[in-house]
């Protein structure tokens, strides 16, 4: 009987697609670089091509920096749930849309008081027209 031995270990597969296909697929979505990924994800080109060829899986805090510069959720990045691949555009607008939100804590209490009640009223009515409450309300 005969051994042989491969050249290589077999790449082995997590999940329906491995770690490094995600990392290469959402940012590409996105027309992000490996060099742009490694700037925004605070590591090196080196270590995101090396998760990229599934070399082996990057430590918690890789993972975390990689979804967070990528802006999804971990558990998308670890192939749990579907990532939702945003344009850079809309990123950009999010981001903008949230540091407007932000500057309601740089208003004096009483200023505050009335957006935050202004923003819970929003929130209720848009719950109440999802749930077709609105619409039995008003007799329609």
Do not use: C
């Not at 050249?7 to 490996?34: D, S, V």
């Not at 899986?57 to 802006?71: E, T």
């Not at 540091?99 to 009640?117: A, C, D, G, N």
Request: glycine share 6%.
């Amino acid at each position: 009987m005969a051994f042989t031995i491969a050249n290589a270990m077999p790449r082995k597969k997590y999940g329906k697609t491995w770690f490094g296909e995600r990392l290469q697929t959402i940012p590409r979505a996105r027309g992000w670089t490996r060099v742009q990924l490694a700037k925004a994800a605070e590591t090196t080109q080196q270590s995101v091509s090396y998760y990229e060829i599934g070399a082996g899986l990057p430590p918690a805090p890789a993972v975390i920096s990689s979804a967070q510069a990528l802006n999804v959720t971990t558990y998308q990045l670890l192939g749990l749930e579907p990532p939702k691949i945003l344009r850079a555009e809309d990123v950009s607008e999010a981001r903008r849309r949230w540091e407007k939100f932000q500057m309601i804590s740089t208003l004096p209490e009483r200023h505050q008081k009335p957006v935050v009640r202004l923003i819970n009223s929003l929130v209720a009515a848009s719950s109440m027209r999802k749930n077709g409450v609105e619409g039995e309300r008003n007799g329609r």
